[in-house]
C-alpha cells in the first residue's frame, strides 16, 4: 500500500468546520482513498472512502484533488465527539488482500 | 444489532506464559482480521481470515504467534511464551467479503505482560 503523510495534530472550535489533509503524492490509479478514526479507547472506525470524486455521507466529505496526489477529509461542524484520531489511508483497488495498512494518522483535539 | 466482541477487555500475564484472546465477529461477516496497536501508533495488521482459513499471515510477528477460526466465526488469537513487547491493544475486525468493505472494529484487549 502506498504512503499517505498527514499532520502529526489539529485544534479545532466546537462548531466550526474541519479541514484534515492528507497528501499520497506516490498513489497509483487504483487505489481508493480510505479514512478511518479512532475515538479514545475504542477501536477505529470507517469514516469515508473514494477514488475520483468527492463523496458525501453522513459523517462527513471526502475532497479528493484532482491530480489525486491530496484530499481533505471536511468535518463541517465539529462537535466534541469528533475528538479522535483520523487515519488516512490508501488501499489497492486489486489487491487480494484487505488488510488496512494505518499509519499515525492527525489527532485532533477540538475546543470547547 | 451486535457489534464485534473481543474478549477478555484486559488481561494482565507474566512474561514467558500462554495467552488465548478471543474475537467474535459480527453474524455474517466471513473476513476477520486482527490487528494490534502499541501507544501512540496507528494499529499494526497481523493476520486475516476468509472464513476458516488464513488468507494473510504475513503480519504475525514470528512464530510464537498464531490465530485459528475454525468454524469460520469466533477466532482466537494466540501467543506462546509472551514478551514484554507483546504488551499492546489488540484489535478485531470483521467485514462482508469485497475489497473496500467496511471493517468493523471491537473494542480491543489490552494486555499487558509484566
Known amino acids: 500500500d502506498a504512503k499517505t503523510t498527514q499532520p502529526n495534530s489539529m485544534e479545532s472550535n466546537e462548531e466550526e468546520p474541519v479541514h484534515l489533509p492528507c497528501n499520497h503524492s506516490?498513489?497509483?490509479?487504483?487505489?481508493?482513498i480510505h479514512w478511518y478514526r479512532q475515538l479514545p479507547s475504542q477501536g477505529p472506525e470507517y469514516v469515508i472512502h473514494?477514488?475520483?470524486s468527492n463523496v458525501n455521507n453522513r459523517m462527513a466529505s471526502l475532497a479528493i484533488a484532482e491530480d489525486r496526489k491530496s484530499s481533505t477529509l471536511i468535518l463541517h461542524r465539529a462537535t466534541l465527539r469528533d475528538a479522535a484520531v483520523y487515519y488516512c489511508?490508501?488501499?489497492?483497488?486489486?489487491?487480494?488482500?484487505?488488510?488496512?495498512?494505518f499509519g499515525s494518522g492527525t489527532r485532533l483535539s477540538i475546543r470547547p | 444489532g451486535a457489534g464485534v466482541s473481543q474478549t477478555p477487555s484486559n488481561k494482565v500475564t507474566e512474561k514467558g506464559k500462554y495467552v488465548e484472546l478471543r474475537c467474535d465477529p459480527i453474524?455474517?461477516?466471513?473476513?476477520l482480521y486482527w490487528y494490534r496497536q502499541s501507544l501512540g501508533q496507528g494499529p499494526e495488521f497481523l493476520i486475516y481470515?476468509?472464513?476458516?482459513?488464513?488468507?494473510?499471515d504475513s503480519g504475525l510477528p514470528n512464530d510464537r504467534f498464531f490465530a485459528v477460526r475454525p468454524e469460520g466465526s469466533v477466532s482466537t488469537l494466540k501467543i506462546q511464551r509472551t514478551e514484554r513487547g507483546d504488551s499492546a491493544v489488540y484489535l478485531c475486525?470483521?467485514?462482508?467479503?469485497?475489497?473496500?468493505?467496511?471493517?468493523?472494529f471491537g473494542p480491543g484487549t489490552r494486555l499487558t505482560v509484566l
Open positions: 475486525a470483521s467485514s462482508l467479503p469485497g475489497l473496500y468493505n467496511e471493517q468493523f
Open positions: 506516490t498513489i497509483s490509479g487504483t487505489d481508493y
Open positions: 473514494g477514488l475520483t
Open positions: 489511508i490508501l488501499r489497492e483497488g486489486y489487491s487480494s488482500a484487505s488488510k488496512i495498512i
Open positions: 453474524s455474517g461477516h466471513t473476513a
Open positions: 481470515f476468509q472464513g476458516t482459513g488464513a488468507a494473510d
